[in-house]
């Protein structure tokens, strides 16, 4: 059994994950959220999606604008755009007399579309929120958008200040972009996984990413990995079939590695964590799944035995 050094992300308050949708992203930040938990560590999940996917796998049902805790010292929390502007009212700026008075639902949307990139920049100053100004967590690990939009968040605080604008939105945005720049406190990883075509994908974002992001980029995990150590005997169209598959993942695999090498001499020494596919996953997760997923290597196992 090999273990892996994650020693680039536990040391730092915030961890932002991304990737193609549909590849284990949310997983994965679960994974890394129950095991840092279990090492005894306060952690927090945060997501801005429609639908919460992290609760569901520990086994609670999708949850909007609220924190559960879904395991010990582990909370998962689902927030939206106009929720999240109620807070940084009341909570961030102490003011909530003020936005009970003033500010109602139909007000605060038209707000936030009314200038670009705010809802954004106050997602992220969420997660400075809860990161510094709000400390109740030793890590916070966002479970980012897919690559796209994610690329975007990434370039709001520069579109922000590009606009000139003064006043508490600029302020705000240049302590964002502070935060979001100290390598000391936050990274980023991409999840990708040994297919062709998303590995094409992947190789085509990492260096835009890496180009505008204020965030630096920890780390690759390379998704749903098949061991080119399993035990394939006989000839049955099972066996063949697998036979194929594996021949596919290692081609894509080494077309990661050669990529990145490629892509940007900055990158060369960015790790790559393989991750092995485990195959259907029974919900909810036990205890110790995080760790299990994060630090077993690809170990030597029949077809017939893969969970």
């Known amino acids: 059994m090999a273990s892996y050094d994650y020693s680039t992300l536990l040391t730092k308050k915030l961890v932002i994950i991304t990737g193609k949708g549909g590849i284990g992203k949310s997983l994965i930040a679960a994974a890394l959220g129950q095991m840092v938990a279990e090492s005894g560590r306060r ?12 609760s569901p796998l520990f086994g609670f049902e999708s949850a909007y604008d609220r924190l559960v805790t879904v395991q010990p010292r582990l909370g998962v929390l689902n927030i939206d755009s ?6 940084y009212i ?8 003020l936005y009970d008075t003033v500010f109602s639902n139909r007000v605060v949307k038209s707000l936030i579309n009314a200038i670009p990139g705010w ?22 690990i966002f479970d ?9 968040l990434m370039t709001t605080p520069d579109s922000v200040l590009g606009m000139s604008l003064g006043g508490p939105l600029a302020k705000e945005t240049q302590r964002v972009k502070a935060f979001l720049s100290d390598k000391s406190k936050c990274c980023s990883v991409l999840v990708t996984v040994p297919e062709e075509l998303v590995v094409s994908e992947c190789l085509d974002f990492l260096p ?13 995990f390379l998704n749903k990995t098949v061991t080119d150590q399993v035990n394939l005997t006989g000839t049955s169209p ?5 036979r194929r598959t594996i021949a596919a993942a290692a081609e894509a695999t080494a077309m990661l590695h050669e990529g990145i090498k490629a892509a940007s001499p900055s990158l060369t ?19 110790g799944f995080g760790e299990h997923l994060l630090t077993v290597a690809n170990q030597p196992r029949s077809i017939s035995s893969r969970s």
């Not at 909570?91 to 007399?97: D, F, M, N, S």
């Not at 980012?144 to 975007?152: D, E, K, M, R, Y």
């Not at 835009?208 to 690759?220: F, I, N």
């Not at 099972?238 to 697998?242: L, R």
Request: negative net charge.
């Open 238 to 242: 099972a066996t063949e079939y697998a």
């Open 269 to 287: 020494e960015l790790p790559i964590w393989s991750l092995p596919d485990l195959g259907f996953i029974n919900e909810p997760l036990k205890a």
């Open 144 to 152: 980012g958008p897919a690559s796209g939009h994610f690329l975007n």
């Open 82 to 87: 106009v929720a999240n502007f109620r807070d």
């Open 43 to 54: 952690v927090l999940i945060v997501q801005n999606a429609a639908l919460d996917q992290v």
């Open 208 to 220: 835009r990413l890496h180009a505008v992001s204020p965030v630096a980029l920890a780390g690759v």
């Open 90 to 97: 009341v909570e961030h700026l102490g003011q909530r007399r």
């Open 119 to 140: 809802a954004d920049v106050m997602l992220l100053g969420r997660l400075l929120f809860e990161c510094e100004l709000r400390p109740q967590h030793d890590l916070v």
